[in-house]
């Protein structure tokens, strides 16, 4: 059996530049020459076993950093751009890919922004008669994507907040540590029947005003949303320096999402969440019982658990509307979301929908023959009131079939028969499957033949 050999120059390089060494230095702590690791960070060699042992008992270096993770998800997102037509005769080979992946990976993130920004501009131009003559024409860069991007590519782990949340919880419950801060602070909880109200703060009467309509889980969250902006101000905004947003408004929308980070990590402290995670074969609704936590809540936090040295089970955490947008995406396993447009079809988070108030199942394999334990449940939250709006989306996790026994959900599965895996794909654009009964769009890099006489499923047939 052949063994995968390990290229992580990029990481090797950011691990040096982190502790502040030069190529020398840090050579001579891994007692190794300086071309051996001048050829390793540029990827013209492996990383070898012993280096990596001189990384961990030097360094104290976590192993699980140099996994293929961030390789394979920027290796999908440039897939996805590059299958815009206007690259239908210059796109790079798949091999290519990887080696911006592996090698210049500032370069491929360079290259994501810059198609993003030309969409942008495209979709801007689509709808100019119209924004004119309404007035409001908005020109910029998405705000929204780019605080996603910013989360997706930190590993959905931002580890100053979320150790500064655990050391906020403390051995405290959740609404002990919520009553005492806002006692030293001087606020009162003020509950109130208001339509389409969450959360709204008087900083001059000293009031927090929540809806008592909503579950116990939210108010909660809010108010520790809440204590994030006001105690943490300092550290949100040291790490929002430290992004380089483009835009004012880039960086007040990730404000609110540093400060909702804090908030589910005080609310589920991380070394009790995953202990207790390990301890329940991650059963999301004991967790959901235990922590006061509501199933989207710890469904999301399970897949910040990427601490260096005490990672948990590496998952993929979606959250979809009823019109099949993902609205929400993380994936700390190789399953990469698409960027643009909804999931696949044939996966469960869209059978959610149809049964309510359950989890469902579902052994799923991906074209890259990668084998995952799906599970999906759909959520309703009502306004609570006759006629209020209500919210309904499907939220989806799961982990590769290797994890899979770690989970209570693969109980009763026959994981060892290759044939109850359902194949599932990313986006049509870039799914390679050539027989595949509900693609919407043929496959990139894939010729097409089309028989006026006969038709089939599809109005064309893939040629491999």
Same mark, same amino acid.
């Given at each position: 059996?052949?063994?995968q050999?390990?290229?992580a ?6 691990t040096r530049?982190?502790l502040?060494?030069?190529?020398k230095?840090?050579?001579?702590k ?5 071309p051996y690791l001048?050829q390793?960070?540029?990827?013209h060699?492996p990383?070898?076993?012993a280096?990596?042992l001189?990384l961990?008992?030097?360094f104290?270096?976590d192993?699980?950093e140099l996994a293929i993770?961030?390789?394979e998800?920027?290796v999908?997102?440039?897939r996805?751009?590059?299958?815009d037509?206007?690259?239908?005769d210059t796109a ?7 080696l911006i992946a ?9 290259f994501?922004?810059l198609?993003?920004?030309y ?7 689509a709808s100019?008669?119209?924004a ?8 910029g860069?998405s705000p929204?994507e780019?605080v ?13 907040v979320?150790?500064?949340a655990?050391?906020?919880a ?14 030293d602070l001087?606020?009162?909880i003020?509950l109130?029947?208001e ?8 900083p001059q009467?000293?009031?927090l ?6 579950p ?8 520790l949303h809440q204590?994030?902006?006001?105690t943490?101000?300092?550290l949100?905004e040291?790490?929002l320096?430290?992004?380089r ?6 960086r ?8 909702n ?6 609310l589920?402290?991380y070394?009790?969440f995953?202990?207790f995670a390990?301890?329940?074969?991650h059963?999301i609704?004991k967790?959901?019982h235990?922590f006061g936590a509501?199933l989207?809540?710890?469904s999301?936090r399970?897949?910040t658990l990427q601490?260096p040295?005490?990672?948990g089970?590496?998952?993929f955490f979606v959250?979809?509307?009823? +019109?099949?947008?993902? =609205?929400k995406?993380?994936? #700390?396993t !190789?399953?990469q979301?698409a @960027? %643009? ?18 989890f469902i ?6 074209p890259?023959g990668?084998?995952y334990?799906?599970? +999906?449940?759909?959520? =309703?939250?009502?306004g609570? #009131?006759? !006629?209020?709006p209500?919210? @309904? %989306?499907?939220i989806?996790l ?16 026959d994981?060892?028969?290759a044939?109850t895996?359902e ?5 049509c654009?870039i799914c390679p499957r050539?027989d595949?009964h509900q ?7 894939r010729?097409?033949?089309i028989?006026h ?5 599809l ?6």
């Amino acid at each position: 059996m052949s063994v995968q050999k390990l290229y992580a120059g990029a990481k090797l390089r950011e691990t040096r530049t982190h502790l502040g060494l030069t190529q020398k230095a840090f050579a001579e702590k891994l007692s190794i020459s300086l071309p051996y690791l001048n050829q390793m960070e540029n990827n013209h060699r492996p990383i070898s076993s012993a280096v990596i042992l001189a990384l961990v008992q030097e360094f104290g270096f976590d192993v699980s950093e140099l996994a293929i993770g961030d390789g394979e998800r920027m290796v999908t997102d440039l897939r996805e751009a590059l299958a815009d037509p206007l690259f239908k005769d210059t796109a790079p080979a798949l091999l290519d890919l990887r080696l911006i992946a592996t090698n210049a990976p500032a370069m491929g993130r360079a290259f994501l922004a810059l198609h993003r920004a030309y969409m942008q501009t495209n979709e801007r131009f689509a709808s100019l008669d119209e924004a004119l003559g309404s007035g409001e024409v908005r020109p910029g860069a998405s705000p929204w994507e780019e605080v996603r991007d910013f989360f997706h590519y930190c590993d959905n782990y931002i580890d100053a907040v979320d150790r500064a949340a655990e050391r906020f919880a403390g051995d405290r419950s959740a609404d002990a540590a919520i009553t005492d801060m806002l006692s030293d602070l001087g606020i009162a909880i003020r509950l109130v029947s208001e339509d389409a109200l969450i959360r709204r703060f008087d900083p001059q009467a000293k009031t927090l005003t929540l809806s008592a309509s909503a579950p116990q889980s939210t108010r909660r969250f809010q108010a520790l949303h809440q204590i994030a902006l006001l105690t943490k101000a300092d550290l949100l905004e040291a790490t929002l320096d430290f992004a380089r947003f483009q835009s004012d408004q880039a960086r007040d929308i990730a404000k609110i999402g540093l400060a909702n980070y804090f908030a589910g990590a005080a609310l589920m402290p991380y070394g009790s969440f995953l202990d207790f995670a390990k301890s329940t074969r991650h059963d999301i609704e004991k967790l959901a019982h235990h922590f006061g936590a509501s199933l989207e809540q710890v469904s999301h936090r399970l897949s910040t658990l990427q601490r260096p040295g005490a990672k948990g089970v590496p998952v993929f955490f979606v959250r979809v509307d009823q +019109a099949g947008t993902i =609205t929400k995406r993380h994936s #700390a396993t !190789r399953l990469q979301f698409a @960027r %643009y447009g909804g999931a696949c079809p044939l996966w469960n988070v869209h059978s959610a929908f149809e049964t309510p108030g359950q989890f469902i199942r579902q052994l799923a394999e991906t074209p890259d023959g990668v084998r995952y334990l799906c599970l +999906a449940r759909e959520v =309703t939250h009502g306004g609570g #009131a006759w !006629r209020a709006p209500v919210r @309904r %989306y499907a939220i989806g996790l799961g982990c590769e079939i290797s994890h899979a026994s770690e989970f209570v959900y693969s109980d009763g599965l026959d994981t060892s028969d290759a044939t109850t895996f359902e194949a599932i794909g990313i986006s049509c654009r870039i799914c390679p499957r050539a027989d595949c009964h509900q693609r919407s769009l043929p496959p990139l890099e894939r010729t097409l033949q089309i028989d006026h006489n006969s038709r089939k499923t599809l109005p064309y047939e893939v040629v491999d």
